[in-house]
């Protein structure tokens, strides 16, 4: 007898070596069935794909906020820029003078930069005083004080139409800044303050500022802003010399409070796409099953009974 030794499989083969590694195998079109429980399931399971996708689109597109606390690096040499516009009533603009000076023993730090401030006399006597500079950061006060005048029991009332600290984040009338969440007042508390009847003569008007540095990213790109939030008290003292003063206190806190904009990639939408649809055939897949499984428990409790009947009978 002649064996024949001719395979009839395709065993070894890479097809047949990829077909061994699925894991996902498949069961023949006649060993599965169709059921209306199963088509309601598939279509509620689509249209919350598309739901789903629909919204992680749009969260992605969308600008992603946040805010953190952290502690601030504060260098000796740093300075601040300021934004000013005041105006002191009743003395002309050769009569003032700037002057930023240590807070505890009152020496002089520097002399402000006047080269950017303008200051101009208005048409009731008064000295405006605008533009930038810069004043170091270190705890002192912003002086702004006379040069003479004529006689010691003098006042000095005065007019603040805004006063920023740090890089400009304002707009022209009360606005929001920063995508509209963080209110312009924040930055220019002392905007329209006036101190013109309550000053006495021969009394010092000084403003405590506890001033927190913020930072602004203005864009994904990572552009970052630098304004100051701050919130003041108004003090009054009896000035120790023949001409009163206005001071502006300068609290510096170590914290800094950033407002940014996360940059998200797109292999994270990728990412959440898969998990979406994924997830939801997972749960489609299990809420069909727990619905078989129930409806076949439920019906054989009841056929049970009437074919026990029938055999006995």
């Given at each position: 007898a002649v064996v024949s030794t001719q395979s009839t499989g395709d065993h070894g083969t890479p097809s047949s070596t990829l077909?061994?590694?699925?894991?996902?195998?498949?069961?023949?079109?006649?060993?599965?069935?169709r059921s209306k429980s199963g088509g309601v399931i598939s279509v509620v399971t689509l249209l919350a794909i598309v739901v789903l996708l629909w919204a992680e689109v749009g969260h992605f597109l969308s600008e992603k906020k946040y805010s953190t606390i952290m502690v601030e690096r504060i260098r000796g040499n740093d300075k601040i820029a300021l934004h000013l516009n005041m105006t002191v009533l009743g003395y002309g603009c050769h009569s003032l003078f700037m002057k930023y000076?240590?807070?505890?023993?009152?020496?002089?730090i520097n002399k402000v930069d006047e080269s950017q401030l303008k200051y101009t006399d208005d048409s009731h006597g008064g000295c405006q005083i605008t533009g930038d500079t810069y004043i170091a950061k270190v705890p002192g006060y912003l002086e702004v004080a006379l040069r003479k005048a004529g006689h010691k029991e003098v006042s000095l009332p005065h007019i603040i139409d805004h006063f920023f600290l740090g890089d400009t984040a304002h707009t022209d009338n009360d606005e929001a800044v920063w995508r509209d969440d963080i209110p312009e007042i924040v930055y220019n508390p002392l905007r329209d303050h006036e101190?013109?009847?309550?000053?006495?003569?021969?009394?010092?008007?000084e403003y405590h500022?506890?001033?927190?540095?913020?930072?602004?990213?203005?864009?994904?790109?990572?552009?970052i802003l630098d304004p100051y939030q701050y919130s003041y008290t108004v003090k009054y003292s009896k000035s120790k010399t023949p001409y009163p003063t206005i001071k502006f206190y300068f609290d510096?806190?170590?914290?800094?409070i950033k407002y940014g904009i996360k940059d998200y990639y797109y292999s994270d939408l990728g990412g959440r796409l898969i998990a979406t649809i994924g997830g939801c055939f997972t749960i489609a897949m299990f809420l069909h099953t727990f619905l078989v499984s129930s409806t076949q428990t439920v019906i054989c409790r009841i056929t049970s009974p009437l074919n026990a009947t029938k055999i006995g009978a």
């Open positions: 077909a061994s590694m699925d894991m996902y195998r498949t069961l023949p079109a006649d060993m599965t069935a000076r240590t807070r505890t023993k009152g020496y002089l101190e013109v009847f309550g000053v006495e003569p021969g009394q010092n008007t500022l506890q001033l927190v540095h913020t930072a602004l990213q203005s864009d994904t790109a990572g552009h510096w806190s170590p914290i800094t």
